[in-house]
């Protein structure tokens, strides 16, 4: 059996997990969840988030799981995860990246837009509160086109804005250190937030030990809370 390692990506909390993560301990699996520093229940003011808090809180979260887990990261988390990596690689077993970004050393997630995510065609920034958010009316299309009514109902009921500052600092990604650990990439082909093209492009940029694909919108932890799971464990496999 596997530790997970689940952690959120932008406006999110361990809330999502909430499919997810009982799926995967019905199986025998070990599942640690978080909310990252101004997201979900935790009271971090928005102003103090920073991508070096964020990667602090995954590493606790690594730490807490006792053995290297496998390490999962979801949309904005792929920053995370990698630099996770790049601080403690010894610590983590695989990284997988759930239809994620996946950076190269010296990119920022804003770096990675694409005009043909519906993210970056709706986002809006408050530069006086340094958060971003997309407005309620893209919320379903762009994250969870493929979820229930009740899902959808309780994301929109839950999620925050994003602070500006941890998703415009770039990451470290050293063949050295990130470049040692293990990865995998889930792809999800009807994402229209991480677009698949914008997904292929950063595997071929920047290279993944295995590629698994789940037909998909943007959030497969609710929408096929199963499947994820099957993918999850598959890679966790060593072939």
């Known amino acids: 059996m596997s530790t997970f390692v689940l952690v959120h990506g932008a406006y999110h909390g361990a809330w999502c997990w909430y499919r997810l993560k009982p799926e995967l301990e019905s199986r025998g699996h070990e599942v640690v969840t978080f909310d990252l520093p101004a997201h979900g229940i935790?009271?971090?003011?928005?102003a103090e988030a920073t991508l070096d808090g964020y990667v602090d809180r995954v590493c606790e979260a690594v730490d807490e799981a006792g053995d290297p887990p496998v390490l999962v990261g979801h949309s904005m988390a792929g920053m995370l995860i990698t630099a996770a990596a790049e601080r403690v690689p010894s610590e983590i077993d695989t990284l997988v990246y759930l239809t994620a970004?996946?950076?190269?050393?010296?990119e920022s997630m804003l770096d990675q837009r694409s005009e043909a995510s519906l993210v970056t065609q709706h986002f809006e920034?408050?530069?006086?509160?340094?958060?971003?958010?997309?407005?309620?009316?893209w919320l379903d299309e762009a994250f969870y086109a493929d979820c229930s009514?009740?899902?959808?109902?309780?994301?929109r009921s839950l999620v925050r804005?994003?602070?500006i500052d941890p998703i415009s600092t770039?990451?470290?990604?050293?063949?050295?250190?990130?470049?040692?650990v293990r990865r995998v990439y889930v792809g999800c082909t009807e994402d229209r937030a991480i677009t698949p093209a914008q997904q292929e492009a950063a595997v071929e940029a920047h290279g993944v030990d295995r590629e698994l694909t789940l037909e998909a919108s943007h959030s497969p932890f609710l929408s096929m809370p199963g499947a994820t799971a099957d993918a999850l464990e598959t890679a966790a496999e060593r072939e």
Do not use: H, Q
């Open 42 to 46: 935790d009271g971090t003011p928005y």
């Open 101 to 106: 970004y996946l950076p190269g050393d010296g």
């Open 125 to 137: 920034v408050d530069e006086e509160r340094g958060v971003g958010w997309v407005p309620e009316a």
């Open 149 to 155: 009514a009740e899902d959808r109902a309780l994301a």
């Open 161 to 163: 804005p994003e602070p």
């Open 170 to 180: 770039p990451v470290a990604a050293t063949d050295e250190r990130f470049g040692r």
